[in-house]
């Protein structure tokens, strides 16, 4: 399984926001950003006793302007040590996780303090009733994330461990998100890839 990288900085809102909460055009021109942002609402599924967090897992439900779906996301994380991906690729691939596992994108968030290797298995799913930006109820988000949870997330500790949690749980959130892309400009004549992060705007 071979991460791609996303490099994420938490930086001071006094350095890049104006009064209006939006990126200083100094910023937009530093980093190539465009005036046109999306929307995305976000909220996060677990126990009171945050049992699932506890165990790596992050189940989340996104609503992404624009679009019709909702998008679903199991997300298993491992710290890396020192620096040594290669040790926490290892060890996902003790845990069952390997090239085989074509559903599943494999990332490194390189933060200021740390690096997390994380593995995410993403689906889609529709409600109907919602319109917009709003997240399921809880009995719909539970119903979303149990009816699509994948087999390693569902089976992590036992049978039927992710899903019987998820019956369980509570809303964490939500959380709205402004998110741009930064331009990406071609190098040695060829466009690089589209970037796979987004540049967080604003959260609220």
Same mark, same amino acid.
């Given at each position: 399984m071979v991460p791609n990288y996303e490099v994420n900085l938490l930086l001071n809102p006094s350095a890049v926001l104006g009064s209006d909460f939006k990126l200083t055009s100094s910023v937009k021109s530093a980093f190539g950003m $465009?005036?046109?942002?999306t929307k995305m609402n976000v909220q996060f599924m677990d126990t009171n006793a945050k049992d699932i967090y506890n165990n790596g897992w992050s189940p989340r439900i996104r609503k992404t302007e624009g679009e019709n779906d909702f998008e679903l996301t199991y997300k298993k994380r491992y710290a890396v040590i020192g620096n040594d991906i290669n040790g926490a690729l290892t060890l996902a691939n003790q845990?069952?996780?390997d090239s085989g596992d074509t559903g599943y994108e494999a990332q490194v968030e390189w933060g200021y303090q740390k690096k997390t290797l994380s593995i995410t298995r993403p689906k889609t799913g529709t409600k109907s009733g919602y319109s917009g930006m709003v997240? $399921?109820?809880l009995a719909d988000s539970r119903s979303l994330l149990i009816n699509n949870a994948p087999d390693k997330f569902n089976n992590?500790?036992?049978s039927g461990w992710g899903t019987s949690k998820l019956a369980s749980s509570r809303v964490y959130g939500p959380v709205l998100a402004v998110t741009a892309k930064p331009y990406c400009p071609p190098i040695d004549g060829? *466009? *690089?890839p589209k970037p796979d992060g987004q540049a967080v705007q604003s959260m609220v």
């Amino acid at each position: 399984m071979v991460p791609n990288y996303e490099v994420n900085l938490l930086l001071n809102p006094s350095a890049v926001l104006g009064s209006d909460f939006k990126l200083t055009s100094s910023v937009k021109s530093a980093f190539g950003m $465009p005036d046109s942002v999306t929307k995305m609402n976000v909220q996060f599924m677990d126990t009171n006793a945050k049992d699932i967090y506890n165990n790596g897992w992050s189940p989340r439900i996104r609503k992404t302007e624009g679009e019709n779906d909702f998008e679903l996301t199991y997300k298993k994380r491992y710290a890396v040590i020192g620096n040594d991906i290669n040790g926490a690729l290892t060890l996902a691939n003790q845990q069952g996780f390997d090239s085989g596992d074509t559903g599943y994108e494999a990332q490194v968030e390189w933060g200021y303090q740390k690096k997390t290797l994380s593995i995410t298995r993403p689906k889609t799913g529709t409600k109907s009733g919602y319109s917009g930006m709003v997240l $399921p109820n809880l009995a719909d988000s539970r119903s979303l994330l149990i009816n699509n949870a994948p087999d390693k997330f569902n089976n992590w500790l036992y049978s039927g461990w992710g899903t019987s949690k998820l019956a369980s749980s509570r809303v964490y959130g939500p959380v709205l998100a402004v998110t741009a892309k930064p331009y990406c400009p071609p190098i040695d004549g060829v *466009c *690089c890839p589209k970037p796979d992060g987004q540049a967080v705007q604003s959260m609220v």
